[in-house]
């Protein structure tokens, strides 16, 4: 199937590994042009030259902080203009409530509600004046089911997720839609992670949490970034121009229920 997606231009955040990674490469794979950006140079610089040898398409990359204004501004600034956005950001540490200060609650907001505001705030208007546009948030399977130990996660995610439940009703007669993905547990490093920090939690090993959480998904493994990447890559098509403001839940079955 031909999205319709060559040619264009997407901007993906945290696009230098796991998932983020995983959208830039399947979007490069229907002929999108690509800007990556993440705060590590060199990991950026690896997966642009790897998307380069296996595309023709056009790869930028900006090693910056998304979360502050200059690094958004120098996204921003990569491309004269982007027809899809993947919003994309690490989460924020897990801990007990308790723990948390202002400041972390501060620093989970901005990074995974306010950065992906500012960013949609930034090109929408364009989008719309083009007559087509594709956004996606990557949030969590714990917008459904939250994560007792991911409490800044749950509330700061809960919060965009509602904030776009309203927006992305006012752009689809545009061939603007907004999409959010939410992952459950995949093989990269920010879930390796979370286990880590689950395992010193119960004061177990990572290996009986990573086997704990197995025997809770009923595809019986973790996610490959690969899925979710062509996941990702659909819900920008041509073709997808019909769905929008839908929270595409991808956890190998485990959230156990009708809706």
Not at 10 to 30: D, I, P
Not at 165 to 175: E, F, I, K, V, Y
Request: glycine share 12%; proline share 4%; aromatic share 6%.
């Amino acid at each position: 199937m031909d999205f319709g997606l060559k040619g264009k231009w997407g901007l993906v955040c945290a696009g230098s590994k796991g998932l983020g990674r995983a959208c830039a490469e399947s979007l490069a794979g229907e002929g999108v042009n690509i800007v990556i950006v993440a705060r590590g140079a060199e990991a950026l610089a690896e997966t642009a030259e790897y998307i380069r040898s296996t595309t023709a398409v056009e790869v930028k990359t900006v090693a910056a902080d998304i979360t502050t204004q200059e690094g958004r501004d120098a996204a921003i600034n990569a491309c004269p203009q982007f027809d899809i956005l993947v919003n994309n950001a690490g989460g924020p540490p897990a801990g007990d409530f308790r723990n948390f200060s202002i400041v972390d609650w501060e620093k989970a907001l901005l990074a995974n509600m306010l950065t992906p505001i500012e960013l949609i705030k930034s090109l929408l208007d364009g989008m719309i004046d083009r007559k087509f546009g594709r956004i996606v948030n990557i949030t969590s399977a714990a917008v459904k089911a939250p994560i007792p130990i991911l409490g800044l996660s749950n509330g700061a995610r809960a919060g965009l997720t509602g904030f776009i439940a309203g927006l992305s009703r006012q752009t689809p007669m545009h061939n603007v839609t907004i999409n959010n993905i939410l992952p459950g547990a995949f093989a990269t490093e920010t879930m390796n992670g979370r286990m880590a920090a689950m395992a010193k939690q119960s004061k177990t090993t990572v290996e009986e949490v990573a086997q704990s959480r197995l025997n809770a998904i009923p595809a019986g493994r973790f996610g490959h970034p690969k899925e979710f990447g062509q996941l990702c890559a659909y819900i920008c098509s041509a073709q997808a121009s019909y769905i929008t403001g839908h929270n595409f839940l991808i956890d190998g079955g485990v959230y156990n229920g009708t809706l």
